[in-house]
């Protein structure tokens, strides 16, 4: 039973490009939330996606856009990336209505 | 008011010792808490999950629950060099299908 997928594992970005994160959630789950992670802190809620729709937003500005495909898997998309960008970024699937998360290995990102 | 405190700093405990870590939140109507376990470099990995007032034990590990002071904590008993690592706190925030992270809590065990 395969877990949560993330690819790539790591990337280098230049500042004000564009990048794409993706995200196969475990098998059985139809609900999928991306988080960010600086260095030093907590994961914070980016946005959550469940039925091709993102159902809730966390406090990230319009640069940060996600999808999710009708196979439940989802991307995140991150244009004109500030340095700020830069950190792990994880996927969390889960089931709709329960809080069992299962994290991905998370995007390790670097905006240079 | 932050939605989840973590405020401790690093713990350093010798092994066998019991190292505590407690969390603090801030929505009443939350019903749902875990605790995560997080190495360096890595994804969080869930390693509690409390839903009622008191204690639950799982091994060595302990969460405990107190929604009328809205306090969670986590108890490892016997700590052991492989239990280093950053511990998360999560509440899953009331009618709202997410759960919010505290900053976590570095433990350092020292054989």
């Known amino acids: 039973d395969a877990g949560v997928t993330q690819s790539p594992t790591h990337l280098i970005k230049t500042r004000g490009q564009q990048v794409t994160l993706r995200c196969s959630p475990k098998?059985?789950?139809?609900?999928v939330s991306w988080y960010q992670q600086a260095l030093g802190q907590g994961p914070q809620f980016i946005f959550q996606?469940?039925?091709?729709?993102?159902?809730q937003r966390g406090n990230f500005p319009d640069r940060f856009s996600g999808h999710q495909f009708p196979n439940y898997s989802s991307e995140l998309n991150v244009n004109a990336l500030l340095l700020g960008d830069s950190a792990l970024y994880l996927c969390a699937s889960s089931l709709q209505g329960f809080y069992g998360y299962t994290f991905g290995s998370g995007t390790r990102l670097t905006v240079v | 008011q932050k939605e989840v405190e973590q405020n401790s700093g690093p713990l350093s405990v010798p092994e066998g010792a019991i190292a505590s870590l407690n969390c603090t939140y801030s929505d009443r109507g939350s019903q749902s808490f875990f605790w995560y376990r997080q190495y360096s470099g890595k994804s969080p990995e869930l390693i509690m999950s409390?839903?009622?007032?008191g204690d639950k034990e799982d091994g060595r590990f302990t969460a405990q629950l107190n929604k009328a002071s809205q306090y969670v904590s986590l108890l490892i008993r016997d700590s052991q060099p492989s239990d280093s690592a950053t511990y998360l706190c999560a509440v899953a925030l009331y009618g709202n299908n997410r759960l919010a992270f505290g900053k976590g809590n570095q433990v350092v065990v020292i054989p």
């Open positions: 409390i839903y009622s007032n």
């Open positions: 996606y469940y039925e091709e729709e993102e159902r």
């Open positions: 098998s059985g789950h139809d609900t």
